[in-house]
Protein backbone atom coordinates (compact mmCIF):
# COMPACT_ATOMS: atom_id res chain seq x y z
CA UNK A 1 0.00 0.00 0.00
CA UNK A 2 1.39 3.33 -0.61
CA UNK A 3 2.34 5.53 2.15
CA UNK A 4 0.64 9.46 2.97
CA UNK A 5 2.24 11.30 0.25
CA UNK A 6 2.52 15.23 0.17
CA UNK A 7 3.41 17.53 -2.49
CA UNK A 8 5.41 20.15 -2.90
CA UNK A 9 8.06 18.71 -0.30
CA UNK A 10 10.16 22.04 -0.26
CA UNK A 11 8.70 25.61 -0.94
CA UNK A 12 9.89 29.28 -0.20
CA UNK A 13 7.80 32.17 -0.14
CA UNK A 14 7.76 35.87 0.69
CA UNK A 15 5.78 37.62 3.49
CA UNK A 16 2.03 38.41 2.33
CA UNK A 17 1.62 35.69 0.42
CA UNK A 18 -0.53 32.18 0.53
CA UNK A 19 0.73 29.46 0.17
CA UNK A 20 -1.29 25.53 -0.69
CA UNK A 21 0.03 22.42 0.22
CA UNK A 22 -1.31 18.56 -0.69
CA UNK A 23 -2.03 15.55 0.99
CA UNK A 24 -3.00 12.46 0.25
CA UNK A 25 -3.28 9.70 2.49
CA UNK A 26 -3.08 6.26 2.22
CA UNK A 27 -5.70 4.47 0.70
CA UNK A 28 -9.01 3.81 2.62
CA UNK A 29 -8.12 6.27 5.29
CA UNK A 30 -11.22 8.95 5.35
CA UNK A 31 -9.40 11.33 7.70
CA UNK A 32 -6.67 13.61 7.51
CA UNK A 33 -5.04 15.77 10.59
CA UNK A 34 -2.37 18.22 9.94
CA UNK A 35 0.63 19.63 12.17
CA UNK A 36 2.86 22.56 12.43
CA UNK A 37 6.55 21.63 13.66
CA UNK A 38 9.18 23.95 14.58
CA UNK A 39 11.86 24.33 16.59
CA UNK A 40 10.50 26.55 19.29
CA UNK A 41 6.57 24.95 19.58
CA UNK A 42 7.43 21.31 18.46
CA UNK A 43 4.28 19.41 17.31
CA UNK A 44 1.19 21.63 16.95
CA UNK A 45 -1.91 19.62 15.69
CA UNK A 46 -3.68 22.19 13.19
CA UNK A 47 -6.85 20.25 11.74
CA UNK A 48 -8.64 17.26 11.29
CA UNK A 49 -11.02 15.81 8.01
CA UNK A 50 -13.27 13.45 7.68
CA UNK A 51 -15.56 12.78 5.02
CA UNK A 52 -14.92 16.27 3.48
CA UNK A 53 -15.55 17.98 6.93
CA UNK A 54 -13.82 19.57 9.54
CA UNK A 55 -14.19 17.88 12.90
CA UNK A 56 -11.63 18.81 14.96
CA UNK A 57 -9.03 22.59 15.17
CA UNK A 58 -6.48 23.30 16.88
CA UNK A 59 -5.41 26.61 18.26
CA UNK A 60 -4.19 28.48 14.99
CA UNK A 61 -5.05 31.83 13.54
CA UNK A 62 -7.81 31.69 10.75
CA UNK A 63 -4.85 32.94 8.14
CA UNK A 64 -4.73 28.76 8.14
CA UNK A 65 -7.82 27.01 6.91
CA UNK A 66 -8.17 23.14 5.16
CA UNK A 67 -10.53 21.68 3.01
CA UNK A 68 -10.92 17.78 2.14
CA UNK A 69 -12.41 16.56 -1.18
CA UNK A 70 -14.64 13.80 -1.81
CA UNK A 71 -11.08 11.38 -2.70
CA UNK A 72 -10.00 12.13 0.74
CA UNK A 73 -7.21 13.89 -0.48
CA UNK A 74 -6.50 17.28 1.50
CA UNK A 75 -5.22 20.71 0.84
CA UNK A 76 -4.19 23.16 3.61
CA UNK A 77 -3.68 27.08 3.18
CA UNK A 78 -1.85 29.40 4.78
CA UNK A 79 -2.74 33.06 3.79
CA UNK A 80 -0.67 36.42 4.46
CA UNK A 81 2.31 34.40 5.17
CA UNK A 82 4.74 35.13 8.33
CA UNK A 83 8.05 34.62 9.13
CA UNK A 84 6.77 32.61 12.01
CA UNK A 85 4.81 30.56 9.77
CA UNK A 86 7.94 28.98 8.39
CA UNK A 87 7.72 25.56 9.11
CA UNK A 88 7.85 21.74 8.55
CA UNK A 89 3.90 20.89 7.77
CA UNK A 90 2.95 17.38 8.07
CA UNK A 91 0.09 15.39 7.20
CA UNK A 92 -1.08 12.45 8.44
CA UNK A 93 -3.95 9.43 7.94
CA UNK A 94 -5.96 7.19 8.93
CA UNK A 95 -9.17 5.42 8.84
CA UNK A 96 -11.51 7.68 10.87
CA UNK A 97 -13.43 5.12 12.45
CA UNK A 98 -12.22 6.15 16.41
CA UNK A 99 -10.38 9.24 17.86
CA UNK A 100 -7.18 6.84 18.74
CA UNK A 101 -6.70 5.29 15.72
CA UNK A 102 -2.92 5.13 14.62
CA UNK A 103 -2.01 8.07 12.62
CA UNK A 104 0.55 7.44 9.67
CA UNK A 105 2.45 10.32 8.83
CA UNK A 106 3.91 11.66 5.42
CA UNK A 107 6.88 12.83 4.60
CA UNK A 108 6.03 16.73 5.24
CA UNK A 109 6.22 20.10 3.61
CA UNK A 110 9.06 22.43 4.36
CA UNK A 111 8.21 26.04 3.80
CA UNK A 112 10.15 28.86 4.18
CA UNK A 113 9.33 32.29 4.98
CA UNK A 114 11.61 35.07 3.57
CA UNK B 1 -5.95 19.40 29.33
CA UNK B 2 -3.56 16.89 28.46
CA UNK B 3 -0.01 16.59 28.40
CA UNK B 4 3.42 14.62 27.83
CA UNK B 5 6.51 15.28 29.39
CA UNK B 6 9.65 14.08 27.57
CA UNK B 7 12.31 15.77 30.08
CA UNK B 8 15.49 13.97 28.33
CA UNK B 9 16.16 16.44 25.13
CA UNK B 10 19.21 14.51 24.06
CA UNK B 11 20.89 11.14 24.77
CA UNK B 12 24.22 10.19 23.01
CA UNK B 13 25.41 6.78 23.25
CA UNK B 14 27.87 4.82 22.11
CA UNK B 15 26.95 2.06 19.69
CA UNK B 16 25.84 -1.39 21.34
CA UNK B 17 24.47 0.22 24.87
CA UNK B 18 20.93 0.53 25.41
CA UNK B 19 19.16 3.76 26.05
CA UNK B 20 16.12 4.31 27.80
CA UNK B 21 13.93 7.18 26.50
CA UNK B 22 11.64 8.66 29.59
CA UNK B 23 7.53 9.76 28.98
CA UNK B 24 5.04 10.75 31.40
CA UNK B 25 1.65 12.19 30.34
CA UNK B 26 -0.99 14.02 32.09
CA UNK B 27 -4.74 12.97 31.26
CA UNK B 28 -8.02 13.30 32.80
CA UNK B 29 -9.29 10.62 30.82
CA UNK B 30 -9.39 7.16 31.86
CA UNK B 31 -9.44 5.79 28.43
CA UNK B 32 -6.47 7.30 26.21
CA UNK B 33 -3.97 5.89 24.12
CA UNK B 34 0.02 6.57 23.75
CA UNK B 35 2.26 6.22 21.05
CA UNK B 36 5.88 6.23 20.04
CA UNK B 37 6.90 7.92 16.87
CA UNK B 38 10.54 8.20 14.94
CA UNK B 39 11.70 11.20 13.02
CA UNK B 40 14.78 10.29 11.15
CA UNK B 41 16.30 13.58 9.40
CA UNK B 42 14.35 13.15 6.79
CA UNK B 43 11.46 14.06 8.48
CA UNK B 44 9.07 11.81 8.12
CA UNK B 45 7.31 10.32 11.51
CA UNK B 46 7.32 6.78 11.86
CA UNK B 47 4.88 4.76 13.68
CA UNK B 48 6.44 2.51 16.33
CA UNK B 49 4.01 1.47 18.62
CA UNK B 50 0.38 2.15 20.30
CA UNK B 51 -1.18 1.24 23.60
CA UNK B 52 -4.43 1.47 25.30
CA UNK B 53 -5.16 2.80 28.79
CA UNK B 54 -6.19 -0.68 29.55
CA UNK B 55 -3.17 -2.78 28.66
CA UNK B 56 0.07 -2.34 31.63
CA UNK B 57 1.53 -4.81 29.65
CA UNK B 58 5.21 -4.67 28.52
CA UNK B 59 5.98 -4.97 24.83
CA UNK B 60 9.17 -6.10 23.26
CA UNK B 61 9.71 -5.63 19.08
CA UNK B 62 12.69 -6.88 17.90
CA UNK B 63 15.53 -4.54 20.30
CA UNK B 64 12.74 -2.19 21.23
CA UNK B 65 11.15 -2.62 24.24
CA UNK B 66 8.59 -0.37 25.81
CA UNK B 67 7.41 -0.08 29.53
CA UNK B 68 3.91 1.12 30.36
CA UNK B 69 3.32 2.25 34.24
CA UNK B 70 0.17 3.76 34.58
CA UNK B 71 0.38 4.27 38.07
CA UNK B 72 3.23 6.78 37.74
CA UNK B 73 1.80 8.01 34.00
CA UNK B 74 5.10 6.63 32.44
CA UNK B 75 5.41 4.80 29.02
CA UNK B 76 9.68 4.64 28.46
CA UNK B 77 10.94 3.48 25.62
CA UNK B 78 13.99 1.37 25.65
CA UNK B 79 16.26 0.51 22.54
CA UNK B 80 18.73 -2.54 23.42
CA UNK B 81 21.72 -2.64 21.58
CA UNK B 82 21.86 0.77 19.78
CA UNK B 83 23.33 0.79 16.03
CA UNK B 84 23.85 4.03 14.49
CA UNK B 85 20.51 3.93 12.02
CA UNK B 86 19.03 4.63 15.37
CA UNK B 87 19.78 8.51 15.95
CA UNK B 88 16.71 10.38 15.48
CA UNK B 89 14.36 12.16 17.14
CA UNK B 90 11.73 9.79 19.14
CA UNK B 91 8.26 11.65 20.35
CA UNK B 92 5.63 10.25 22.82
CA UNK B 93 2.62 10.99 22.16
CA UNK B 94 -1.35 10.81 23.54
CA UNK B 95 -4.64 10.56 22.35
CA UNK B 96 -8.09 10.01 23.96
CA UNK B 97 -11.68 9.05 23.37
CA UNK B 98 -13.05 12.64 24.16
CA UNK B 99 -15.24 14.28 21.23
CA UNK B 100 -12.88 17.17 20.99
CA UNK B 101 -10.07 14.45 20.05
CA UNK B 102 -10.61 13.38 16.52
CA UNK B 103 -7.72 13.59 14.79
CA UNK B 104 -5.57 15.03 17.59
CA UNK B 105 -2.14 13.52 18.83
CA UNK B 106 -0.80 15.82 22.01
CA UNK B 107 2.77 15.10 21.28
CA UNK B 108 6.01 15.51 23.95
CA UNK B 109 8.98 17.86 22.83
CA UNK B 110 10.78 14.80 21.72
CA UNK B 111 14.19 13.11 22.65
CA UNK B 112 17.42 13.77 20.30
CA UNK B 113 19.42 9.84 20.12
CA UNK B 114 22.84 10.16 18.96
CA UNK B 115 24.21 6.69 18.13
CA UNK B 116 28.07 7.33 17.43
CA UNK B 117 30.03 3.73 16.04
Known amino acids: KAGVTQTPRYLIKTRGQQVTLSCSPI?????VSWYQQTPGQGLQFLFE???????NKGNFPGRFSGRQFSNSRSEMNVSTLELGDSALYLC?????????????FGPGTRLTVL | AQKVTQAQTEISVVEKEDVTLDCVYETRDTTYYLFWYKQPPSGELVFLIR??????QNEISGRYSWNFQKSTSSFNFTITASQVVDSAVYFC??????????????FGAGTQVVVTP
Open chain 1, 27 to 31: SGHRS
Open chain 1, 49 to 55: YFSETQR
Open chain 2, 93 to 106: ALSSVTTDSWGKLQ
Open chain 1, 92 to 104: ASNPGQTSTDTQY
Open chain 2, 51 to 56: RNSFDE
